[in-house]
Structure formats: structure tokens, C-alpha cells
């Protein structure tokens, strides 16, 4: 899949990202395709149920994103990136699903990226939005409730060096690390919550 940068808003941070993470934008399904060495992902429920029915199963969802987002960022400050789609390549506010912005306050335009044809008939644009802040454990929480529900997607959260990327999605979260070596002891610290399936998916 090939994706064109139609804005960049903020080139440093695009500069950043792409001496980290050369061969792939900043789209949170792709990161695995491209770094699958340095990817590992965990579920966010027990039996690998994908969504919550009862509080209690937000709160594992929550205490599990919490655990993993502390132990890549504790102490640190950290971008956290949200993702407005539209039919336009213009951010034209108010939006129809304003959550990516109402869930991550303050949140200006990194860039707008799009992966469709010239022949196609519907064009979708991808309007990345970035904030920066301290991380604590609970900040973010109802962003990634609001993930966990498949209200919002395409969510990044990343160091300000952009080294180590966390991509919650409704069923779990995909962790790309620096290393082969810091996946595997990410990955040997929560075996638990691994998928069963063959390719860790």
C-alpha cells in the first residue's frame, strides 16, 4: 500500500519519524508489516475477547494499555497521535466524528495523508493530529476507552525521539520497539496477554 503525504504541518516531527521509521508513515496498521522483528502485540482481554462488556472488563482493558504505556514511558514526555478521516484534504472543522480532537485536547495537525487512487471515486484523507504532555498513568484513559469501542482509531504514542511506538486498537495494542531485543523482553514480561494465533496477530 502506498501512501502520499498531502500536508505536513510540522516537518520536524516529520523528520523525526522518518529517521526512526524510514519505510513506513506514520499509520498505525503499518508498522508491523514493516518492523515485524521489532513488533510484538498484546490483547487486551483474557481468551482474547475483543470488546468489554461489564466495567470490569474496561478496567482490564485499562490496566493492561496502563501497564505497557508506563513501563515505555514512565518519566518521560510523549506525543500522542490521533486521527481525524475525511472525505476532504482540508481539516474543515466542525467534523462529523469529532472525537480524535475532544479526546486529545489541544491537538494541532501534524500532517494529512491518503492512500487512494486518482480513479477512484471517494478519496479519504487521514488528518494527523499531535499533542505533547507528560505521561502518567490514567491520562489517557478515555482516549483508549474510546479505542477499546472502535470509536476512535489510529491512534500512536511515542517518546519525543519517536524510538519506541504503542498503537492501542479496539482488541489490544501493537508495540514496536528499538530493538529486537527490547521487543522480546516487552513480549517475555506480558506473556500472558498473547495471542495464541501462529503470527502473533
Known sequence: MTWRIVHDDQPELSRRWREKWPDCPPIGHELKAYYCSRWVRFHSLP?????????????VILQ???TVLTELFDGREVLV????????????????????????????RWMTATDYKEDEEFPFYSHLLVTQQSWRTGALDPLLRAVADDVVAGVLVTDLQMSQVYHPYDGGADCVLESP????????AHGEWLSSHPHGL
Open 47 to 59: 481468551q482474547s475477547k475483543r470488546y468489554a462488556d461489564t466495567p470490569a472488563e474496561y478496567d
Open 64 to 66: 493492561r494499555h496502563n
Open 81 to 108: 497521535v490521533t486521527v481525524a478521516g475525511t472525505g476532504e484534504s482540508a481539516l474543515v472543522e466542525p467534523l462529523e466524528h469529532p472525537e480524535p480532537l475532544t479526546l486529545n485536547p489541544g491537538a494541532q
Open 181 to 188: 531485543g527490547a521487543r522480546n523482553r516487552l513480549e517475555a
